[in-house]
């Protein structure tokens, strides 16, 4: 492998990473304040880019313009979603936790399936084939906007979180929830709070991803197992841990596409989600014991 | 005669916390014995490594003769060692009847055989009454019953009753009391942790008071409780001074 | 009360073996081909679900191995399918004891995101390794009817295989259930460290529940080859994993009858609406099921089977439960 | 300001407390004292909402506060230091001090307070860039009382401040109790340590298995031999 191909794989792999951990944060946030493992994570992603490819198509926005309207689309999108589906799920059993988000997996599927058909669907503009060359590397401009955007979005989240009141209160729940509500933290509300964002984020990252990959109503299966392996890498919870965990996916997946089949590629995830299961179950970066303890 | 259960320098490390520091115990057969101490003082933690719920970090625990320290628990079950929990542990969704059954499949390998025992046992308990109700529904008190009936089911020579009368209003505690002096009776050894101080002193023969992970006192309950060891160590250095 | 029990029962039996006759139709007969089908493999799954208490998403797994194994002994070797069958038990449990190994003491959602990988690998490999598996082009089986063959030309024929298979399931979880394997199955599930306490070596168990598990799911995989005489690596597909854990959940897992329940209601609803509106809206029937699902886990977790209880509950003096309803209802 | 009547509460089936009833008077120290499980932490508990009662009323400050939740009574005054501290182990010692100003009541105080517990608790500011989880059990206990001031609480609960301290943590700790009642804030103190406890205090009431026992001014109680059976049975 001679450097020049060697500096390409890198750049591919840090951009592609950067969308991958977009993609996980949501995942990884609702998991470490709720303990719920949204198992329709992949569904919101969807969701995020059907809403974008028709801001785009049909209401002619700017795809990236398109995000304003992502967002908070998407923040309300999941406030429905946890009033009805998940707030009666908090605290039951893993069967129930599991499969009310698979049904709901299911339930979003179909629905797109229903409304928009099965049919693959890019957007094709002048601003989604533009590349940029920088001196003998060259990489794709939407690429390059959806890492920008995702540093750009794992940052203020990081802001959010450390330096405002209502980002430690999510922390402190994550942590200690019983502590937390003596701190005078309504959590049912930091619960809502939590869930409608990282929808939202999730609903960001598939936007961004409009530009490069083409929506479909499965299209949230190829990217939630991804997820899953960022997240379960990273340490389930771990915000830090996702960032770090996607960038990480995002090389692997680039370098072994190119030395094997990248038929395999998937294959590769897996195999590297399941030996971090048995080896070290909490992850690169997890956090040992901070579920609530039972005194 | 040799005891039935022999602790030798039994120590416990969770990383730096010693919680068990070189503790001796021998527990003879047929006996009643207390164990007791002040919050945190490793009651629960010793009780967890003789069960084989914790790795000890030295020394050796030995059941009639045999080594069952570091054990998995399944196995120190197997070699007569029952336990309850202190938080109890049903089997929500099965009947009364099924979870004594589970004890019993131990040493009876066909349900007709094991049903026999799991009845007898409950009759034993007072309990046969509530064979085909759930164990979820049954109330605390009955629950802790539950699982001291579970335990005795399997048929030990040794059980381990880890508080058994936390949580139970204070005219429950006799009848659990009289439960316990007739397991004994059958030939049963038991050694349980109990805060409830009432309850330890009127049924244990001999009492034992574990202190920062060590032995601190270790005779009759009236020696016990006039101990002025004890005494500080429930009460305060100063207040054993002063009175 | 009993005796109701056991009429109930012969007439279901009667019904089971009648039923298909009434009707010529192909439709309806693939309903109760399919029902007979999804109901074995639901059972299967049950064990590891249902009474061990592990979440797996996974059994598609089990059931491609079954599919392939059968059908690649067949047309490479040309095995019976019976005797392929077996074969691919056996693979299925080898690759269960692996997969056991990985994931026995994962807990719930963890455990089902494992499983879940563990199929999504083997559809990527059975996509890939075309010279073996043809790829994506899937397999195909020439349809050769004959007994040795395993392929009939009636839907009757394969309804009665179907039917056998899923009453010897049936009858094995029954006996399991009043077994010693049984209760210390629930037990582990209910409690796990409460099981280890009474001297059951969970992790043995479980993996023994895994392994049946993955033998019968293989089983009903090679009659699905036989059956249908056409695969692809989707077979593989989550989806699947997802229906078979749906049909015991929503008919009620942990029971008998509950597997069986669940895709006996869930089967025709869907494959009725396929049929009606498939053609004009896809999705419909996936739709259904997902909904179904959300709807019965948050208001019927225990299955359907649980609001039949009342109706064959032996009469216990519910005294001490009365009790404890109360104090439930005001925490 | 606290007025605690027929209180009944526990978790599932488990019963703990029977029938509690106490006052905390404004501007006093008062005390319960009690064996391990005689429901002291529970009652802790009751009061912060925590865990829902099954009987029995609270009234803080002459309104009835029982069925309201955790964060309301917070925004009232009535801060709880729970057992264990219960600090939050992956923030460091300031954003916990912070998190204890959460309450709305408190934020507009926010710095004067910050710079209250500094001066109270010098050993805080030192560590405040440190991760909380990453401090002593006797350090830890100081950031807690630190995180509870900063809610300028009314009443301030302490359950069991001194629990698994080195002794001279455990003086400091009664220092510091003395200090915050002269700063006017009225304290109920749980406690096992019941000899020093009982001299610092105005009233004190004894648990025992769920249920009020004794009660009386400390240094009364202090001299009872009953003390000493509800402790050790006979």
Sequence with gaps: MTFQLFVQLLAAGVLLGG????????????????????????????????????????????????????????????????????????????VVQVFATVGLSIVLQAAALMAFSANVMGLNLPITNALLHLGWLTIGVPQVLAFVAAMLVAAALFAFLGRTDVGRAIRATAQDRSAAALMGIDVPAIYRLTFALGTAMTGLAGALLMPIYSVSPDVGTQFVLVAFVVVVLGGMGSVSGALVGGLLIGIVETFSGFVIDPQWKAAIYFIIFLIVLVVRPAGLFGIRGSEETAS | MSALLQLRNVEKRFGGLLAVKDFNLDVEPGEIVGLIGPNGAGKTTLFSCIAGYHRITKGSIVLDGHEIGNRPAFEVCRAGVARTFQVVKPFARMTVLQSAMVGAFLHHRDAASARRVALEVLGRLHMEHLAHVEARSLT????????????????????????????LSPGEVPELLDVIRSINAGGVTVLFVEHIMAAVMTIAQRVVVLHGGELLADGTPAEVSRDPRVVAAYLGEEYAAGA | MRAVKYLLLVLAIVAAAVGPLVTSNSFVRDLWVLVAMWGAVATAWNLIGGYAGGLSLGHAAFFGIGAYTSSLFYLDLHLSPWLGALAGGVVAMLSALVIGFITIRLRGPFFALATLAFAAILGIAATNLTALTHGAEGMTIPFAPGLGHAIFASKLDYYYVALALLLAYVALTWWISVSR????????????????????????????????????????????????????????????????????????????????????????????????????????????????????????????VSLLRPLFAAKHPPAATQQAAEAEAKT | MLEVRGLAAGYGENAVLFDVSFDVPEGSLTVIVGANAAGKTTTCRAISGEIETRGGTIRFGGEQIEREPSNRRVERGLVQIPEGRRLFPFM????????????????????????????????????????????????????AIGRGLMARPRLLVMDEPTLGLAPIFVERTFEIVAEIRKHGVTVLLVEQNVKRALSLCDRAYVLEHGQVVMQGAGEQLLGDEGLRRAYLGM
Aim: glycine share 8%; no cysteine.
């Design chain 3, 181 to 304: 394997f049984g209760y210390y199955l629930v037990a582990i599930r209910e409690n796990e460290d409460a099981a280890q306490a009474l001297g059951i070596d969970a992790v043995r168990v479980k993996l023994a529940a895994t392994l049946l598990s993955a033998f019968m799911t293989a089983l009903v995989g090679s009659f699905y080859a036989q059956y249908r005489l056409f695969f692809e690596p989707s077979i593989f597909a989550t989806d699947i994993s997802v229906q078979i854990a749906l049909f015991a959940i929503i008919g009620g897992m942990g029971t008998v009858w509950g597997p069986l329940l669940g895709a006996a209601i869930l089967v025709p609803v869907t494959g009725e609406l396929q049929s009606w509106l498939g053609s004009s809206l896809p999705g419909i029937d996936a739709f259904v099921y997902g909904a179904i699902l959300v709807l019965a886990i948050l208001f019927v977790p225990n299955g359907f």
């Design chain 2, 140 to 167: 605390l008190v009955l629950k802790k019953r539950l699982e001291v009936a579970r335990a005795l089911a399997t048929q030990p020579r040794l059980l381990l009753l880890d508080e058994v009368m936390a949580g």
């Design chain 4, 92 to 143: 460091t010692v300031e954003e916990n001090l912070l998190l204890g100003s959460y309450a709305h009541r408190a934020r507009a105080a926010r710095q004067e307070a910050l710079d209250e517990v500094f001066t109270l608790l010098p050993r805080v500011a030192e560590r405040r860039r440190q991760l909380a989880g990453s401090l002593s059990g006797g350090e830890q206990s100081m950031v």
């Design chain 1, 19 to 94: 969308v991958y951990a977009l993609i996980s944060i949501g995942l990884t946030l609702i998991f470490g304040v709720m303990r719920i493992v949204n198992f329709a994570h992949g569904e919101f992603l969807m969701v995020g880019m059907y809403l974008s490819y028709y801001l785009v198509t049909a209401a002619h926005m700017n795809p990236y313009l398109a995000l304003i309207v992502v967002a908070p689309g998407l923040y309300l999108f999941g406030l429905l979603v946890e009033m009805t589906v998940i707030k009666p799920t908090v605290g039951q059993s893993d």
